[in-house]
C-alpha cells in the first residue's frame, strides 16, 4: 500500500477531549508489565559473618567484631570451642566466623593453627591463675597454700578437661622455641610454687627434704589424681573430698613433727 494512503476499513482515530488522558497504544500495557515483572530486586549482600544462601548456619551465630582486640577476641572463640568440642574443634577459621572477620583476617596474628592453640592454652593457663588466686591467698600458711593449690589444679582440670588435655599434651614439648609464652608462664607458675615451699621451709613447717623432691611430689600428686579422675580409674563423684584427703596424707609426710607432738596434717584448712 503507498504510504500516506488510509485504508478503508480502518476508521479514522479519535482525537482526545481536552483532559482526557491519550489511549495507551496496543498492547504497551502488557509489555510495560512483562518488563516490570522480568525484573527483580538484586540480591542483598551478605554481611560479614553471615552465612551464604544455601549453608546452613552453625548452632553459634557471629558474633560481630568492631574495631577491637582481635587477637584477644579470636582467643577467646578458641577457648569457647575448646569447652564446647575438644581440642580438634580449635580452628582458627571458625573462630574468626564467631567473631564476624573474614577467613584470612586472623593469620597476621596466628600464622598456623599451632600458633592458635598455644595461644588458646596460654590464656587457659592465665585464666587458672586468675580462679584459683582467692582459694590459694585465703590459706593461712604457706603449707596450707601448698595444698590449696593442690586442690585448685584438680578442680580446674576437672571442670575444663580439654583445657587440661591441651596444656598437657605432647604438642608444646614438640616445638619449645614456637611456644616461649606458654613455656614461660609455666616456669613462673613453677616459680611461686618454690617459693611457697621455701616459705614453707623458712618457717620451719616441712621436714628437710631436697626442695625438688617436695615440688614434684605436689605437682606429681595432683597431676596423677586429675588425670584418674578424668581417665575413669577413680569415679567422680565424691573427687574433691578424695582429692583433700589424699593431699592431706602428702602433707603429713611432708610436714615437720612437733617437738612434743604428733605431726599435723593438712585437713585443718578443709
Excluded: C, W
Amino acid at each position: 500500500m503507498p504510504p500516506g494512503r488510509k485504508r478503508a476499513d480502518q476508521p479514522p482515530a479519535k482525537k482526545a477531549k481536552a483532559g482526557e488522558p491519550r489511549a495507551k497504544k496496543a498492547g504497551a500495557t502488557e509489555s510495560h508489565e512483562k518488563q516490570a515483572g522480568a525484573r527483580e530486586p538484586p540480591a542483598k549482600k551478605a554481611k560479614a559473618g553471615e552465612p551464604r544462601a544455601g549453608r546452613a548456619p552453625s548452632e553459634r551465630p557471629a558474633r560481630g567484631y568492631h574495631h577491637g582486640d582481635l587477637k584477644r577476641a579470636l582467643v577467646d572463640e578458641g577457648l569457647a570451642l575448646l569447652e564446647e568440642a575438644g581440642i580438634e574443634a580449635v580452628r582458627v577459621r571458625e573462630a574468626a566466623r564467631r567473631v564476624g572477620v573474614s577467613p584470612a583476617a586472623p593469620f597476621r596474628h596466628f600464622p598456623s593453627r599451632e600458633d592458635f592453640l598455644r595461644a588458646v592454652a596460654l590464656a587457659g593457663l592465665e585464666r587458672f591463675e586468675v580462679v584459683s588466686a582467692a582459694e590459694i591467698a585465703s590459706a593461712p600458711t604457706p603449707l596450707l597454700r601448698f595444698r590449696a593449690l593442690g586442690l585448685a589444679s584438680v578442680r580446674f582440670a576437672l571442670e575444663h578437661p580439654a583445657l587440661f588435655e591441651l596444656l598437657n599434651g605432647p604438642a608444646f614439648r614438640a616445638d619449645p622455641e614456637g611456644a616461649r609464652a606458654l613455656h614461660a608462664a609455666q616456669d613462673e607458675a613453677r616459680s611461686r610454687l618454690r617459693a611457697m615451699l621455701d616459705e614453707a621451709r623458712a618457717r620451719g613447717e616441712l621436714r628437710p627434704t631436697e626442695p625438688i623432691v617436695t615440688e614434684v611430689a605436689g605437682l606429681a600428686m595432683a597431676y596423677g589424681l586429675a588425670r584418674m579422675f578424668l581417665d575413669g580409674h577413680l569415679p567422680r563423684e565424691g573427687a574433691m573430698e578424695l582429692t583433700a584427703a589424699v593431699l592431706d596424707v602428702l602433707g603429713e609426710g611432708l610436714a615437720q613433727a612437733p617437738p612434743d607432738a604428733t605431726r599435723p596434717g593438712l585437713g585443718s584448712a578443709s
